[in-house]
């Protein structure tokens, strides 16, 4: 495919822009360990993976057509992302001197696939940026549509799961430099949690 590394240029436009599906492995990683962040970002695989089959499906279309169905996926995604942020203040208000080998221990790896899966699956703009994305790269004097779209499809889940190990690993760093003070985990764990709010919120707020 001629637009193969146009479609990777475009995507990786996108991911290195700061979001929800960002902060979440940044935050997992510094707070719990990389091998907690990594199991999120196979959530996050996962997720992309099913938004690529809804687009796939023409499920973007029924948002249009029913719109309903894009507020009650919205809706959900914001109060997931908001009961997200508060955790951080609750946690952080229960965990005044935790480390953060214990503060690791206290989510499981399916724990952290979930949050992957259901931090990404919740934002319909997600599914939406699929639909619009990828047949904008379909060639259709290329071959057949349907091998193109599996290729895309591919393509962009692999290049979403090479940037979220990216994060996980950017966020190790991070949790190794907060560990040397509490007053800079407790900053960081509170910008994360205000910044997921307001994602939250931006999310309530949006149309289609």
């Known amino acids: 495919m ?4 146009m479609f990777v240029l475009a995507l990786a436009a996108v991911l290195v822009l700061p979001g929800p599906d960002m902060l979440l492995l940044l935050q997992t990683s510094a707070r719990m360990g990389r091998t907690k962040a990594l199991a999120t970002a196979a959530g996050l695989a996962s997720a992309r993976s099913c938004h690529v089959t809804f687009a796939a499906m023409g499920l973007a279309s029924l948002f249009r057509t029913v719109p309903w169905t894009f507020d009650g996926v919205r809706l959900l995604g914001a109060a997931y992302l908001l009961w997200l942020g508060l955790s951080m203040f609750r946690a952080e208000a229960r965990a005044t001197s935790v480390d953060r080998v214990a503060m690791g221990g206290s989510l499981s790896l399916g724990a952290a696939f979930r949050q992957g899966v259901l931090t990404n699956l919740l934002n319909p703009k997600a599914l939406v940026f699929c639909s619009l994305l990828l047949p904008q790269f379909i060639d259709t004097g290329g071959g057949p549509v349907a091998s ?4 895309l499809g591919v393509t962009l889940v692999l290049v979403g799961l090479l940037f979220d190990v990216g994060y996980a690993m950017a966020g190790a760093l991070i949790g190794r430099w907060l ?3 509490p007053a800079l ?3 960081q764990h509170c910008l994360f949690g205000t910044l997921l709010i307001g994602y939250a919120l931006r999310l309530a707020l949006v149309s289609q």
């Open 179 to 181: 560990a040397q003070s």
């Open 2 to 5: 001629e637009n193969l590394g």
């Open 148 to 151: 193109q779209f599996v290729i």
């Open 185 to 187: 985990q407790r900053m």
